[in-house]
């Protein structure tokens, strides 16, 4: 029996992929020493039902040591943690371990140790910086006696694509890896010869395919850590449609070879501060010339989107804008800030934070967020209220004064609330007059009854609704004990660890 | 309520053929029963210029007085041809349609040959009928040649849509007969009268053996509105109302404990009570019949919803509403029209207005369409959904969108705007098809459609659109470049 021609050059072709990780001459991989089990035990938060929290559940998954006595894990990982535990490979000796500093946007987060000790003599890992499409990679997992198993990948695409958070763009490497399934979890350190280079965040087993959260990004959010108070990435706060329609490009008179239309202005957002206006076309960010779908020729990476000039730029720093706005040429400065969360009307992803919610006589009231939404599982754009996700979808549009968008998201039925049962959510816009802006309206807005009821108006039929106020006040012990509530409220800001 | 089917008329192609002996037919049968035979074309959505496609059907229909067959509307609309034949007589009479109310699914038609009614006898509509009496049921279900009649009991009588328009709520009569399709316009009947029209239900895995009639006092307030030559339609307050059983909102709003009264929550602009109720005003009474606090009247001894008094009114009588309105009574005398909006009723015997220009096809959101295509643009979603709701109305009288673009190198970069809302054409704010194709007719030389939430405007040349446009009609066989008129 002998192999037919077409196979043979391909088994020499794979033998040559795994050739430079066997060959003498490439540089080693970490060791042991630079890698630590971490067991993480989350619980998240039931937005539905915001005084409750879901079953909790463990995932395994393997943290890289850094200079300082860090270990870099993905937010992911740690995401409404409720205990994190180091383990060192090989090693008996577990240690609890807190979150020093989370970027859900970034899917980064820093763990500590409670004992400084349990990190002695392990070797803190550099970040590589020159990883490009074609390089050898190794993706890190430990077998169960604690000896690094390393799977050879090779990085296929560098691009700056939505991080899992639904937050920002940022630079992903996918790699090519077929990877073994061990230890729980996907959450696992890639290598570059000694060097970091990303995170595991996804992981495609059909495909083999993995995608990195990109050492450089890495290295961003540690310098970010290095300055408090920790700021997030900056972003632009723009969106924007391309120049590739001729007829397009006839009527803006674009004579350039590129640049992008501005369709939309967050407000309070770098991109507003910088006089951008919508219909502003950009041709140049930072002196880079932008093609029709908004791309520059990175010097690294190649063609890929302007955001990452926006969020790889060091902290507090600017950007020069080429804009032509009416067929003038201008020259605007974007300021390089991260979103400034109290702009934000119905955040995206909230993490280690515990849901707002407010009850009065059985109404129970919250503020709207994706998370809140994501309550309704995969389909929640089809299938949770039409308004909210509207409301969501479209937050920039929203007045400035907006605050959050308080909703009634559910009636537990009680003898304060009678008649009231078929109300579903229905967003709030006073109470006893007081326009309600955020829970914490609704708090002030109680003390001032009017003539011994609660006057609460509704954007939708039915209004409003009545509540008697004393009546209310009464049933608050009745209601937490038939419905389990630890409390009538939480109003508390929580900030982030 | 997805699962309610009309007993629609069945395709020809599933008929049994077969032939029963038919001995001594009852006489209901033999005299009275009318087997209507249609051949419909249903307008095309999704290729408007197309005529639509040709189905044939089989419903059921009887005589009543003035020479005339009463049948629902879902048998006959979008007819194009209509027979009526009677048992035992082989003859297809052709025959017309007098009158037609889609919004109570009634229809009266009339055979080109008087000579079909000899020997016919007009049967005539009773009173609802008692709940647990026995009523008998006669159609041709499944499309049989011949009729069929089965038996059921009068299980409940409430308030429910009429899946026909899909806008609709009126009484309707609930039996345990088991009736199928093709049952549809045929009497129901107790001791020689009429007490309904057999004509929608649930399909077999929702609910067995429940099927719906329509009670005389729809049939009668539908006979009794065409008695002048024309139906003028159901008539309607134009209100939403809540229940008023909290006992801190009575309170508040200053009524006693006697169970009486509904909040008005909203009001429909350009309704009947548009400009003469106000969100907030507490409904005491309707023409003196007291309204409960869960919105219920009592008439003759039943309990039955509010708007079922206005429900028997016609186009130019008036509603007296006692209310109380900022802790004081108030008198109101309502002048009855219809509801004015028709966005969410299925609509029949009309064509579909459609426009295209550069190979884009702009139709108006409406049931209709969103009945054939689902709608991928959140905003059109958003503006159809909430059009009534959120009182959208007053922006625009209706939601024109892309619907679908006939591909050509003109419109190679329209695709991200498939089924959104034209907003603006040319700075003109587009309020309605007609406003699209003025606009768009208008001579210029970039055509600017702005759409609802679109990151840039649709730029179209005007000589691109031009040299195109030969090309795209005998390309895509576009036989008719617009319908503005209904």
């Known amino acids: 029996m002998s192999l037919r021609p077409p196979l043979l050059p391909a088994l020499l072709a794979l033998l040559a992929l795994a050739l430079p990780l066997a060959a003498q001459d490439a540089p080693p991989l970490p060791g042991a020493a630079s890698l630590i089990r971490v067991n993480a035990t989350n619980q998240n938060y039931n937005f539905a039902k915001p005084w409750t929290k879901r079953p909790p559940y463990t995932r395994r998954g393997i943290g890289t040591v850094i200079e300082g006595g860090r270990v870099l894990v993905t937010a992911e990982l740690v995401a409404n943690h409720t205990y994190v535990e180091l383990e060192r490979p090989g090693q008996p000796d577990k240690t609890p371990a807190t979150v020093l500093r989370v970027d859900a946007d970034a899917n980064l987060a820093l763990l500590v140790p409670a004992d400084p000790a349990f990190l002695a003599d392990t070797v803190p890992v550099p970040f590589a910086t020159d990883v490009r499409v074609g390089r050898q990679v190794a993706v890190a997992q430990l077998e169960t006696n604690g000896t690094p198993a390393y799977t050879p990948g090779i990085v296929t695409t560098t691009t700056v694509s939505p991080y899992p958070s639904d937050g920002i763009a940022l630079l992903s490497y996918r790699i090519s890896a077929p990877l073994q399934y061990r230890d729980n979890s996907f959450t696992l350190p890639v290598f570059a010869g000694p060097a970091l280079a990303g995170l595991l965040m996804r992981y495609d087993a059909r495909s083999q395919t993995a995608e990195l959260v990109a050492a450089p990004v890495i290295a961003n959010f540690l310098a970010r850590v290095a300055r408090e108070p920790y700021r997030g990435f900056p972003r632009a706060g723009l969106t924007f449609a391309p120049t590739r329609d001729p007829q397009f490009r006839r009527y803006l008179a674009l004579d350039e070879q590129g640049g992008v239309y501005v369709a939309s202005v967050s407000k309070g957002s770098p991109a507003e501060k910088s006089g951008l206006k919508p219909g502003d076309v950009i041709l140049k960010v930072d002196g880079h010339p932008l093609d029709v779908d908004g791309n520059y020729v990175d010097a690294d990476y190649g063609k890929i989107p302007f955001s990452h000039l926006v969020s790889s730029a060091t902290p507090g720093g600017s950007l020069p804008l080429d804009v032509r706005r009416d067929g003038k040429p201008l020259q605007l400065t974007l300021p390089l800030e991260p979103r400034d969360p109290a702009t934000i009307i119905s955040e995206t992803a909230i993490l280690d934070r515990a849901p707002r919610y407010y009850i009065l006589g059985g109404l129970v009231f919250t503020e709207l967020s994706r998370s809140y939404l994501k309550e309704w599982g995969g389909n929640w754009r089809s299938e949770a209220p039409a308004r909210l996700v509207y409301l969501d979808e479209f937050q920039d549009e929203l007045p400035a004064d907006q605050g959050k968008v308080v909703f009634l998201s559910e009636v537990l039925p009680a003898d304060t609330t009678l008649g009231y049962d078929d109300v579903g959510s229905n967003r709030v816009t006073r109470i006893n007059g007081v326009p309600i802006r955020r829970l914490e309206d609704i708090a002030l807005a109680v003390k001032k009854p009017q003539a011994g009821f609660h006057r609460i108006e509704l954007e939708s039929d039915p209004k409003i609704l009545f509540l008697d106020a004393r009546k209310s006040e009464e049933s608050a012990e009745e209601l937490k004990r038939s419905y389990g509530l630890p409390a009538l409220d939480n109003l508390s800001a929580n900030p982030l660890p | ?486």
């Open chain 2, 1 to 486: 309520m997805a699962a309610k089917f009309l007993f629609a008329a069945l395709a020809a192609s599933q008929l049994l053929g077969f032939s029963a002996a038919w001995a001594a037919a009852p006489e209901i049968i033999s005299r009275s029963l009318v087997r209507i035979q249609t051949v419909s074309q249903d307008p095309d959505y999704s290729a408007p210029w197309n005529a639509g496609s040709v189905e044939q059907g089989v419903g059921a229909g009887f005589v009543i007085s003035g020479n005339s067959v009463l049948t629902n509307a879902h048998v006959v609309s979008n007819a194009r041809k209509i027979w009526l034949t009677r048992e035992n007589d082989p003859k297809r009479y052709p025959a017309r349609i007098a009158h037609i109310a889609h919004d109570c699914d009634l229809a009266v038609l009339e055979p080109l040959d008087a000579s079909f009614f000899h020997g016919m006898k007009p049967l005539t509509i009773g009173e609802i009928p008692a709940l647990e009496s026995t009523v008998m049921v006669y159609g041709y279900p499944i499309g049989g040649e011949h009729a069929s009649v089965t038996r059921g009991i009068v299980s409940r009588i409430e308030f429910m849509e009429y899946s026909h328009s899909g806008a609709d709520s009126h009484l309707v009569v609930q039996i345990d007969a088991a009736i199928n399709p093709g049952n549809s316009g045929g009497p129901v009947v107790q001791n020689g009268l009429v007490v309904g029209v057999a004509f929608q239900g649930y399909s077999g895995d929702v609910a067995q053996n429940t099927g719906y009639m329509i009670p005389p006092p729809v049939i009668k307030r539908f006979l009794k509105d065409i008695a002048d030559g024309r139906y003028d339609h159901y008539v309607d307050l134009s209100i939403s109302w809540f229940p008023l059983y909290n006992p801190a909102a009575r309170s508040a709003l200053g009524l006693p404990d006697d169970g009486r009264g509904v909040l008005i929550s909203k009001l429909y602009r350009g309704g009947a009570a548009d400009s003469l109720l106000r969100e907030g005003d507490v409904l005491l009474a309707i023409d003196g019949y007291d309204v409960a606090s869960d919105g219920s009247v009592e008439i003759d001894g039943s309990e039955v919803e509010l708007a079922e008094i206005i429900e028997r009114k016609f186009r130019g009588e008036s509603a007296r509403l006692d209310l109380i309105r900022d802790g004081k009574p108030l008198t109101v005398t309502v002048p009855l029209r219809p509801f004015p909006y028709t966005i969410y009723a299925n609509t029949y015997d009309v064509q579909s207005r459609f426009l295209v220009f550069g190979g884009l096809v702009f139709q108006p959101l409406d049931q209709n369409f969103v009945n054939t295509t689902e709608i991928t643009n959140s905003r059109s979603r958003y503006l159809f959904d909430h059009f009534l709701e959120d009182d959208l109305y007053q922006q625009r009288d209706e939601i024109v969108i892309l619907s679908t673009i006939l591909s050509d190198p003109v419109n190679t970069y329209a695709e991200e705007f498939r089924h959104a809302a034209v907003d603006r054409i040319n700075d003109r704010p587009i309020r309605n098809l007609a406003d699209a194709a003025a606009a768009l007719a208008a001579p210029a030389k970039y055509y600017v459609i702005e759409f609802v939430g679109a990151s840039r405007p649709l730029v179209l040349e005007a000589e691109a659109v031009s040299a195109a446009r030969d090309r795209i009609l005998s390309r895509y066989g576009v036989t008719k470049e617009s319908n503005l008129q209904p």
